[in-house]
């Protein structure tokens, strides 16, 4: 839990909780005390049903059938498997430079060593570079006359607002929007501890998993191994084979690897086989988001190639990103490619065309602009119609500025934040078609109307946070490197498993046949 006055402010100002200013650090503590369990120890108090349940199944928890489970029953599964104690939370945040860094990519890490001038020995591998920025964590933070313990903006001064965001969106957080850089840093701080816990557990699983595959890894089956098979095994491993080995070497090699992944060595560790024991979660997870992100770089790409000229300029207006005139079509794809990890930098026009008819109605009374509200009370007004209504109300107050315009910006950020979960839900199939007809794409013959909801949400989600990986493909990714080869292991052994079968059968056969002709 953060100790320093000014960590304690930062602390209560990344999770949303007032302060008075000033404040002595007593009556801060207390503050950060009463909001410790709800944001650190459970934070999933505040999650919906829809997060519960997904939380429930990543972790492998068979759930039941929605209408039969209550909010509050999710939570206490959730508790039940929650990812660590309240003394393990508490420990972990006094330890923060333990695992803090885990999250970061190699380059990264490289960045903040050279940018404080820690020496980091080539050849500058992953667990050393890890090793060497926590060794130099504290003195960083002295020199720049701030605490350790709940770090300020100092920690991510090496990252651009791009990599803020790439962060959020590999790890399945959803960046703030509108956002600025300290929002983006907050965000990336106040998630840290559950992307760790998130990573580890995946690690420590496809760990636990390869071990096992490794374990019925016989030597009997070793020996069985043709010369091609060893040498692919190898390969799938990453184990360095050196030109002219021969036959009983490779056998030799592929017999160390198994030992050093089950521990079995002198060390009695599978340090050696996962990289560093301080960075074995960080190195699969830094393979795992480059894969991952490339898989979301792509799916981005493939949904951008499909939009309207006007969906594309509206995403980069967004980002404040300026458009020529006259830029074509190509041209705009590969601008929006380009700020793909481009956070909104404020509310704009297309804002106000996610929202519900409720919500825009509601806007367009509290504005007090007359000519929208003329538009909003008359009878059968379209959803388009709203639409221009309050776009036209906020331009007008976004002019005006002062309090009208602080009045816009309130609304919207209420009416976002409660329209996030079920945003679609009550719009009526014309009504989506209409929104899908705005970034150019024409709605699948006969979908009905889920089916709808689902297209204008994909859209609606790129179009506001730019590219994203989910968290399951992260973990997927995760697993996938651990260990690149364990699953071929798996499929080696239920071959051998079947040959043995085969001919164990065929020397029954052989028997019976031989014992026939005896008789």
């Avoid at 000014?6 to 007032?18: G, I, K, Q, T």
């Avoid at 992307?195 to 595959?213: N, P, V």
């Avoid at 020996?223 to 190898?234: G, I, R, T």
């Avoid at 509206?314 to 929006?336: F, I, M």
Wanted: hydrophobic share 35%; with cysteine; aromatic share 8%.
């Amino acid at each position: 839990m953060p100790q320093v006055h000014e960590d304690l402010e930062r602390w209560l100002s990344d999770h949303d909780v007032p302060y008075p200013t000033p404040a002595d650090r007593k009556d801060l503590e207390k503050l950060v005390q009463k909001n410790w369990d709800a944001n650190v120890v459970e934070p999933y108090q505040s999650w919906d049903t829809e997060k519960l349940t997904g939380y429930l199944k990543q972790k492998g928890v068979e759930s039941k059938e929605s209408a039969e489970e209550t909010r509050d029953s999710l939570i206490a599964r959730v508790r039940n498997s929650w990812y660590e104690t309240e003394d393990k939370a508490q420990n972990g945040w006094i330890n923060i430079k333990d695992w803090i860094l885990d999250t970061w990519t190699d380059s990264q890490l490289k960045a903040f060593c050279d940018r404080h001038g820690i020496p980091v020995p080539q050849p500058r591998k992953r667990d050393t570079l890890l090793q060497k920025a926590r060794e130099n964590y504290e003195t960083v933070a002295q020199k720049a006359g701030e605490a350790a313990t709940y770090p300020g903006n100092w920690l991510y001064e090496t990252w651009s607002e791009s990599d803020l965001k790439e962060w959020l969106d590999t790890h399945g957080f959803p960046a703030p929007q509108p956002t600025t850089r300290d929002k983006l840093i907050a965000s990336v701080r106040r998630n840290s501890r559950l992307a760790y816990l998130r990573m580890q557990e995946q690690s420590e699983s496809s760990k636990k998993a390869a071990q096992d595959a490794y374990a019925a890894l016989t030597d009997k089956l070793i020996d069985s191994w043709s010369e091609s098979q060893l040498k692919e095994f190898c390969d799938k491993n990453s184990i360095n084979v050196p030109q002219g080995t021969k036959l009983n070497q490779l056998r030799a090699l592929v017999r160390k690897h198994r030992a050093e992944i089950m521990g079995d060595t002198v060390a009695g560790t599978a340090a050696s086989a996962f990289g560093a024991a301080t960075s074995n979660i960080g190195s699969a997870a830094a393979k795992a988001t480059d894969t991952a992100s490339k898989a979301a770089q792509d799916a981005f790409d493939k949904v951008v190639d499909t939009w309207s000229d006007s969906r594309l300029k509206g995403y980069l207006d967004a980002r404040g990103v300026p458009v020529p005139q006259g830029t074509k079509t190509n041209e705009l794809r590969a601008l929006v490619r380009k700020n793909a990890h481009k956070a909104a930098s404020g509310w704009t026009a297309w804002t106000w065309d996610d929202l519900s008819i409720e919500n825009l109605r509601n806007y367009i009374a509290s504005s007090g602009n007359a000519a929208a509200k003329k538009v909003s009370d008359k009878t059968g007004a379209t959803r388009d119609e709203l639409v221009d209504a309050a776009q036209s109300a906020y331009a007008s107050a976004s002019s005006a500025g002062g309090d009208s315009y602080a009045s816009a910006t309130s609304f919207l950020s209420r009416a976002t934040d409660t329209a996030k979960a079920n945003v679609f839900e009550t719009w009526s199939e014309s009504e989506l078609k209409a929104y899908l007809d705005s970034y150019g794409i024409p709605a699948p013959q006969g979908s009905n109307l889920n089916e709808l909801r689902a297209l204008a949400r994909r859209q609606h989600t790129y179009f506001k946070y730019g590219t994203t990986a989910p968290t399951e493909t992260l973990f997927a990714k995760v697993k996938e490197n651990v260990l690149g080869g364990w699953d071929w292991v798996t499929n080696q052994l239920r071959l051998g498993g079947e040959a043995a079968k085969k001919k164990a059968e065929e020397a029954e056969g052989k028997a019976k046949e031989k014992a026939h002709k005896e008789l």
